[in-house]
């Protein structure tokens, strides 16, 4: 039986009742930018509120390319410039109706979540989550017990970082398509993966979980990722620097007059970005109050003032440096880093568990994976290197396409890597202000709200 303490259930009513007093209104511009269409979002302000709506717009696969927020006080006022992935202007008509349809879905979920914002509901799966450290094979043993123990894979997001693995399997019994509720059947899945995942190198410890219910993938890959530590580095995981391919550029300031810490953020531009650094913010338990998001060329370009959810701005350098470390791996973990190999065929108890036994056998690590089914077509992706870490030869490649067959398997370019090629920030020349960068536009818009008298108040 679930207990709930009568203080939630105080909070949770009283966030109800403002909700009804003050429903979220989503009003959509096509006039102002020539370019995007901006999307501006008013509700009663509550924690999470940032990350709500961050969520929506990424899950409706839409690119933010600017982005105004504010949230101090009661009232949380957002304005988002936004395209969708092919860069065009959105439809009117859906766009409204997806975004308010989505905020009143979470909305409702929020209190039996316990603090994790944004979901999408899973209850005709079991969901296994996975983490522990990374090595070669790895992903073939896991796929290799769950197909020995009956268990159909349907879909699956595997992220790796800093010599550490988190991933979230989606499996239903392989004979009745349910999802498997059975206690034993159960803690016997998850004593044998965790056997696989603790190898004899893992000194921070593997960990597993089941669960049927609810869950956000990639929300709470950033939570494994997190509470595994992967920000952390040690001698053997200075090498994983390398593969990442550049390295954000992040600072850290207190703004004493104002009480917040302003944390600015430069690297190169990708789809999901300010949701992968806010979903970093809010576990870290910051709370951002205004922020200045710039996206429109190879770069982007993240402005935050934020306070912990205790009121007080950044105390120490070591608490600064956290958050350093932790925003330059949100920004790494999605980074793709090897060739994309695209598998689309008929689906079949055991078929992941072979496709990564050959990976395997050819010496080939999964860095990254995306596992989808529809309908009874497999549509996976996998990023792949050589166990060395390198690029991985052609030769190699056309192997594995020959065991796995050449019309089911296709390569195809990363573009993930090509951006992660780019010039990075720590390289270019002379000293980094974002700051500076940001000045006249975050003036005007924190004038415009009134939060100061004249735009030279800002530093």
Not at 192 to 219: C, E, F, I, M, P
Not at 232 to 241: K, M, Y
Not at 315 to 320: K, L
Request: charged share 25%; glycine share 6%; aromatic share 6%.
């Amino acid at each position: 039986m679930h207990y709930s303490s009568p203080s939630l259930d105080v909070d949770y009513e009283f966030e109800k009742l403002v909700n009804r007093m003050h429903p979220p209104r989503v009003t959509v511009d096509q006039i102002t930018d020539k370019n995007s269409t901006l999307i501006k979002v008013d509700s009663a302000n509550k924690r999470g509120s940032l990350l709500e709506v961050v969520q929506v717009l990424t899950d409706l696969n839409l690119l933010i390319k600017r982005a105004y927020i504010s949230s101090d006080g009661g009232w949380f006022m957002d304005v988002f410039h936004v395209t969708d992935q092919f860069g065009n202007k959105l439809s009117e008509d859906i766009v409204t109706d997806h975004i308010l349809q989505s905020l009143e879905r979470r909305g409702c979920s929020f209190r039996s979540l316990r603090g994790s914002v944004g979901v999408q509901y899973a209850s005709e799966k079991t969901t296994i989550e996975l983490t522990g450290r990374d090595r070669p094979g790895l992903l073939s043993e896991v796929f290799a017990v769950l197909t020995d123990l009956k268990c159909n894979v349907v879909g699956a997001e595997i992220w790796t970082h800093n010599s550490r693995m988190a991933s979230i399997v989606y499996i239903t019994d392989d004979e009745t398509g349910c999802p498997i509720n059975d206690p034993d059947r159960l803690a016997k899945i998850k004593q044998l993966l965790l056997y696989v995942l603790k190898g004899d190198l893992d000194r921070r410890g593997a960990q597993t979980a089941v669960s049927v219910g609810l869950t956000h993938t990639q929300r709470r890959l950033h939570q494994l990722m997190y509470a595994d530590r992967d920000y952390d580095t040690d001698e053997c995981d200075i090498t994983s620097e390398g593969t990442s391919g550049y390295k954000p550029l992040v600072t850290v300031e207190n703004c004493v007059e104002r009480g917040y810490t302003v944390v600015n953020l430069r690297c190169p531009d990708r789809p999901k970005l300010l949701f992968d650094t806010v979903c970093t913010l809010t576990d870290m338990q910051y709370v951002v109050f205004h922020s200045t998001i710039i996206a429109e060329g190879p770069e982007a370009f993240q402005e935050f003032y934020i306070r912990h959810t205790d009121g007080y701005p950044i105390s120490s350098e070591a608490e600064r440096q956290r958050v350093i470390h932790c925003l330059e791996a949100a920004v790494k973990r999605r980074v793709s880093k090897g060739l994309r190999l695209e598998l689309c065929g008929e689906d079949r108890p055991g078929l992941l568990s072979d496709v990564t036994r050959i990976f395997r056998e050819n010496g080939l690590s999964v860095t990254r994976a995306e596992v989808t089914t529809r309908g009874s077509t497999a549509v996976n992706a996998f990023y792949v290197i050589d166990s060395s870490g390198n690029q991985v030869k052609s030769e190699t490649i056309e192997a594995v396409r020959n065991a796995i067959g050449d019309s089911v398997l296709k390569v195809k370019d990363d573009e993930m890597l090509t951006t992660s090629k780019s010039k990075s920030p720590t390289q270019q020349t002379g000293g980094f202000s974002l700051g500076n960068l940001f000045r006249n536009r975050s003036e005007r818009f924190l004038y415009n709200l009134g939060l100061i008298s004249s735009c030279s108040e800002v530093a």
